[in-house]
């Protein structure tokens, strides 16, 4: 999936608002709500198929090197994702998508495999069983009410070095666009404050659902210096499946 789906330009704050809003989507799963973007998400339910290999091959662009070798690997398949490579280092990658229609390859700790991961797959698991975006809200919501869902409790890392992220930038409207490198640290209610940021994302450093269970203290990283990994696909016959 290659195509991008762009926004008008938008300056200062609007540019903070916007971005801010690219990270919350993926803390906290939110679905858009507004007329528009239901509309936007009823003509696309699912994400389509990727090819499996291109598909292994962007989960893993996420990491650096170091970690890609030996990371889990997950697919989406018709029915949800399916792991076609066990984690001998803790880490995790795969393809998520906030809304359907993003793309947002990442590589997760051992700590994120533990909680952001089994969200991704429930959630992944309900489009395909045709559940409204409402349904699946309200079933996320519900499911942290009850501690089945947990966000992290304690600093740990998510990559996301791909090139190709393809990210949601307004909720409000179901658009997306492409979104550069980063590294994502959970820093629980963490603020802005606490950095001693004023929440540009083109700082060194900010923090995104600031003040929450979910915050996340996100590092831009220049293309030009972000190195994720190029490396060969794990194949279906050297892999275990679940």
Avoid: W
Wanted: charged share 15%.
């Amino acid at each position: 999936m290659n195509s991008r789906i762009s926004t008008p330009s938008h300056t200062g704050r609007e540019v903070v608002r916007l971005c801010l809003l690219v990270l919350a989507v993926q803390i906290l799963g939110t679905t858009a709500t507004s007329a528009q973007s239901d509309q936007i998400v009823t003509n696309q339910q699912t994400p389509p198929l990727m090819d499996r290999q291109k598909e292994i091959s962007l989960a893993l662009s996420a990491c650096p090197p170091s970690i890609a070798d030996k990371a889990a690997v997950y697919v989406l398949e018709h029915s949800g994702y399916v792991k076609i490579r066990e984690s001998q280092n803790g880490f995790t990658a795969i393809v998520q998508h906030a809304l359907p229609i993003s793309q947002d390859p990442q590589c997760m700790d051992a700590e994120g495999t533990r909680t952001f991961l089994p969200r991704y797959l429930k959630v992944a698991e309900l489009r395909a069983q045709g559940k409204t975006p409402d349904e699946i809200k309200q079933f996320v919501a519900d499911a942290f009410a009850k501690g089945i869902f947990q966000p992290p409790t304690h600093v740990g890392i998510d990559y996301m070095l791909s090139t190709e992220n393809i990210t949601v930038v307004d909720p409000e409207k179901g658009i997306v666009a492409p979104y550069p490198p980063h590294v994502m640290f959970y820093g629980p209610y963490m603020t802005n404050a606490d950095l001693g940021s004023d929440g540009n994302p083109h700082g060194p450093a900010f923090v995104a659902g600031e003040g929450t269970p979910h915050a996340l203290i996100i590092v831009p990283i220049p293309i030009a210096t972000g190195t994720h990994a190029n490396h060969a696909s794990p194949s279906d016959k050297s892999a275990s499946s679940q």
